[in-house]
């Protein structure tokens, strides 16, 4: 079972951002926040705040560490446990397995997003031969790697990497091409915003 600091960091972790960001979203001081990522126990009224700022965060598990973080992960966590009872009947990967086709999506996210094997190991912390071993061999998939996946590329959702559910693949395609317009909307405010620049040294002139 996790201590409250292994709690917070996986939730620090599941967030996204950094611990000073992280203070600052849920409305504590980041030197608050630092007290207790080195040991002391956080009160009550901070943790209501990490549960008002992320609802899908069990509260059980927050206070005592039992269960799952959230409902999302406790489903994928089934969702692997019986892929790998029935993957246990077969000898070599192949396309027959439930959790081949898994893999095989998890494949196509990272080459859609131009990214290899290596490259994704390094930013998601998990080991090279793990990813490898899980995605490409016979290695068991962990929630670890699906949480990594989720985390990093947002517009898939568990539902369409775990069942290859048509309705979620639907929502990935929207998520994707909202994704892609709102990047490009911040190319195009970063571009006027250079252009401003100049012209406000011109004016200064």
């Known amino acids: 079972m996790l201590s409250i600091q ?10 996204g951002v950094k611990p000073n960001s992280f203070a600052e979203e849920i409305g504590i001081y980041p030197q608050r926040l630092g007290n207790y990522l080195r040991g002391r126990t ?3 009224e901070t943790l209501d705040k990490i549960l008002a700022a992320y609802p899908e965060i069990d509260a059980r598990w927050l206070l005592t560490g039992e269960g799952f973080m959230t409902t999302a992960e406790e489903t994928t966590e089934n969702i692997l446990k019986e892929l790998e009872d029935k993957d246990r009947k077969y000898n070599t990967v192949s396309p027959i397995q439930p959790g081949f086709a898994i893999k095989g ?10 990214y290899d094997p290596e490259t994704f190991s390094s930013e998601s912390k998990i080991i090279k031969s793990s990813l490898q071993s899980q995605i490409e061999g016979k290695g068991t998939l962990t929630v670890d790697l699906i949480r990594a996946i989720t985390a990093r590329f947002p517009a ?7 069942t290859g ?17 709102l990047e490009a909307a911040n190319k195009e405010i970063a571009r006027l915003n250079k252009e401003i620049g100049k012209l406000e040294s011109k004016l200064g002139e």
């Not at 999506?105 to 131009?114: D, K, Q, T, V």
């Open 105 to 114: 999506r998890i494949r196509e996210i990272l080459a859609r997003n131009n």
């Open 165 to 181: 559910d048509k309705e979620a693949e639907k929502e990935s395609e929207t998520n994707r091409a909202l994704l892609e317009k």
């Open 156 to 162: 898939y959702p568990y539902q369409w990497i775990l």
């Open 42 to 44: 956080p009160d009550l």
């Open 6 to 15: 292994e709690r917070l960091n996986k939730i620090i972790t599941y967030s």
